[in-house]
């Protein structure tokens, strides 16, 4: 008994460390991308990470988001005090998000329209709110902002939060569910291939070119993406179209030229979540159509299976 319970431990200990050196490098390269005082960025990986995290292993994952939200922060900010406290928001927000989520019923699959719904304005929009108000606010409260850069840097904060919900998540559930399709015939793969280098493609140039009307173009892959693949080929291809705007942003090239911050994050943050919920709830709604479609092919079966077997039975009643 000793020696089972050692071996949870151990393994809940390294599950514990895993979620926060991922969280960690998470950080890393959301930090490439920062806007606001070194720490606020437009897209913040490491959410998507740690509410990923809790939805597969549980609460016990907790210590791990904590500690790596902790080490982040540690060169970031202005005091113990404070490092602290943008540790613990960080901490509460995914934990609150999965509260909710388990609440509401969410499958991981995300294959149903309740659940995109559910990720959108429970876990990124609701859940984030508690990460974007205490970080901002303890900056604030302790002098690293002015009070009237509460409002910007928090809406910098919770859009980049709820991005990396958003975003990232999603593409973590999948990868957690990827298996390699031994049965896929050749023109499948063309075809996933063809879509990858064609939304790559074009959103480079959507993000190289001035004015902002071209960056729909890279709609009609997203749309491509769940109609063809499901949540398999939409998230990836919402993570792409939306990893390359922001770095075009940070550029300040293409659309993103020539304007002030506030401009910039509007635009950014409007199209990469018009993107993203384009990808995930189209996904959503061609898997339930196809899993009905499925049913009722099921049910039909069925059915002829019993009318063939009543046949005979009236074919051999000399009553009739």
């Given at each position: 008994?000793?020696t089972?319970?050692i071996?949870?431990?151990?393994s809940a200990?390294?599950?514990?460390?895993?979620?926060?050196?991922?969280?960690?490098?998470?950080?890393?390269?959301g930090?490439?991308?920062?806007?606001v005082?070194g720490?606020?960025t437009?897209?913040?990986p490491?959410?998507?990470?740690?509410?990923?995290?809790?939805?597969?292993?549980?609460?016990?994952?907790?210590p791990?988001i904590a500690?790596?939200?902790?080490?982040v922060?540690?060169?970031l900010g202005?005091?113990?005090?404070?490092?602290?406290?943008?540790a613990?928001?960080?901490t509460l927000?995914?934990?609150?998000?999965?509260l909710?989520l388990?609440?509401?019923r969410?499958?991981?699959?995300?294959d149903r329209?309740?659940?995109v719904l559910?990720l959108?304005?429970?876990g990124?929009?609701?859940?984030?709110?508690i990460s974007?108000?205490?970080?901002s606010?303890?900056l604030?409260l302790?002098?690293a902002?002015?009070?009237s850069?509460?409002?910007p840097t928090w809406?910098?904060?919770?859009?980049?939060d709820?991005?990396?919900v958003?975003v990232?998540?999603?593409?973590?559930?999948?990868?957690?569910?990827a298996?390699?399709?031994?049965e896929?015939?050749i023109?499948?793969?063309i075809?996933?291939?063809a879509?990858?280098?064609?939304?790559?493609l074009?959103t480079i140039?959507?993000?190289?070119?001035?004015?902002?009307t071209?960056l729909?173009?890279?709609f009609?892959?997203?749309?491509?993406a769940?109609?063809?693949?499901?949540?398999?080929?939409?998230a990836?291809?919402?993570?792409a179209?939306s990893t390359l705007t922001?770095?075009?942003a940070?550029?300040?090239d293409?659309?993103?030229?020539?304007?002030?911050?506030?401009?910039?994050m509007?635009?950014?943050?409007?199209f990469?979540?018009?993107a993203a919920l384009?990808?995930l709830?189209?996904?959503a709604?061609?898997?339930?159509?196809?899993?009905?479609?499925?049913?009722?092919?099921?049910?039909?079966s069925r059915l002829?299976?019993?009318?063939?077997?009543?046949?005979?039975h009236?074919r051999?009643?000399?009553d009739?």
């Amino acid at each position: 008994m000793r020696t089972a319970e050692i071996s949870r431990y151990g393994s809940a200990a390294l599950w514990i460390l895993a979620v926060a050196a991922v969280y960690y490098g998470a950080a890393r390269l959301g930090l490439l991308q920062q806007l606001v005082r070194g720490q606020v960025t437009p897209l913040w990986p490491p959410t998507g990470v740690a509410l990923a995290g809790l939805l597969v292993f549980g609460l016990r994952i907790w210590p791990g988001i904590a500690l790596g939200a902790l080490l982040v922060n540690a060169s970031l900010g202005p005091s113990v005090l404070a490092v602290l406290a943008i540790a613990a928001g960080n901490t509460l927000a995914p934990v609150c998000a999965y509260l909710l989520l388990r609440r509401a019923r969410f499958r991981e699959e995300l294959d149903r329209l309740r659940d995109v719904l559910a990720l959108v304005f429970l876990g990124a929009l609701a859940g984030m709110l508690i990460s974007s108000t205490a970080g901002s606010g303890v900056l604030v409260l302790a002098g690293a902002l002015d009070a009237s850069e509460f409002w910007p840097t928090w809406s910098v904060w919770w859009t980049g939060d709820a991005m990396g919900v958003l975003v990232v998540t999603p593409f973590l559930l999948v990868l957690r569910r990827a298996r390699w399709p031994h049965e896929t015939g050749i023109g499948r793969w063309i075809e996933g291939a063809a879509l990858v280098v064609g939304t790559i493609l074009v959103t480079i140039l959507a993000t190289s070119t001035t004015g902002s009307t071209l960056l729909f173009l890279t709609f009609p892959f997203l749309i491509w993406a769940a109609f063809r693949f499901q949540l398999a080929g939409a998230a990836p291809c919402a993570l792409a179209v939306s990893t390359l705007t922001i770095l075009a942003a940070a550029r300040e090239d293409g659309p993103f030229a020539g304007r002030d911050l506030f401009t910039n994050m509007v635009t950014l943050q409007a199209f990469n979540g018009a993107a993203a919920l384009t990808a995930l709830l189209l996904a959503a709604v061609i898997t339930e159509r196809n899993e009905t479609h499925e049913e009722i092919k099921r049910v039909c079966s069925r059915l002829a299976e019993m009318v063939a077997g009543v046949e005979p039975h009236e074919r051999a009643d000399p009553d009739r």
